[in-house]
């Protein structure tokens, strides 16, 4: 099984031996789009299980990808979607609901403040401490 990765299908592609040519022909099993992140029934139901399971492979990268698209989409909006929390924090009054948004969304900060010190461009900014006295 050949799996042709084209501009917006994968086309799942199978060696089929033909005796009157005495050569191998390719035919096409059936095509799948290039995000798809699952085979459909009626595509899983020609394939072999050595080719099911390649092409589930294939079905699970683009997930991931898709994924970590979405992810690096999210970090890129980051900053404009920081101000804009913070505008709208500005304009609430305080309730119980809030409190508990407030507490999750600092949890989930701090998490991503680790995340940027793990990878090397977190705090930038050099804090003193109570022993450090500057002369």
Same mark, same amino acid.
């Given at each position: 099984?050949?799996?042709?990765?084209? !501009?917006? #299908?994968?086309?799942?592609?199978?060696? *089929?031996?033909?005796?009157?040519?005495?050569?191998?022909?390719?035919? #096409?099993?059936?095509?799948?789009?290039?995000?798809?992140?699952?085979?459909?029934?009626?595509?899983?139901?020609?394939? #072999?299980?050595?080719?099911?399971?390649? *092409?589930?492979?294939?079905?699970?990268?683009?997930?991931?990808?898709?994924?970590?698209?979405?992810?690096?989409?999210?970090?890129?909006?980051? $900053?404009?979607?920081? !101000?804009?929390?913070?505008?709208?924090?500005? !304009?609430?009054?305080?309730?119980?609901?809030? #409190?508990?948004?407030?507490?999750? $969304?600092?949890?989930?900060?701090?998490?991503?403040? $680790?995340?940027?010190?793990?990878?090397? *461009?977190?705090?930038?900014? !050099?804090r003193k401490h109570q022993?450090?006295?500057?002369?």
């Amino acid at each position: 099984m050949q799996l042709r990765f084209r !501009k917006n #299908t994968i086309s799942l592609v199978r060696s *089929v031996y033909d005796p009157a040519l005495k050569r191998c022909r390719a035919v #096409t099993v059936g095509q799948l789009a290039r995000d798809a992140t699952d085979v459909p029934a009626g595509i899983a139901a020609l394939l #072999t299980e050595q080719e099911l399971q390649s *092409v589930q492979v294939a079905c699970a990268n683009n997930a991931q990808q898709q994924q970590h698209g979405s992810a690096e989409a999210a970090a890129k909006n980051l $900053a404009p979607t920081l !101000k804009a929390i913070a505008d709208w924090y500005r !304009k609430q009054s305080s309730s119980e609901e809030l #409190t508990q948004l407030a507490e999750s $969304a600092r949890l989930e900060w701090t998490e991503v403040l $680790a995340a940027m010190v793990v990878a090397g *461009v977190g705090r930038t900014r !050099k804090r003193k401490h109570q022993g450090d006295e500057e002369e």
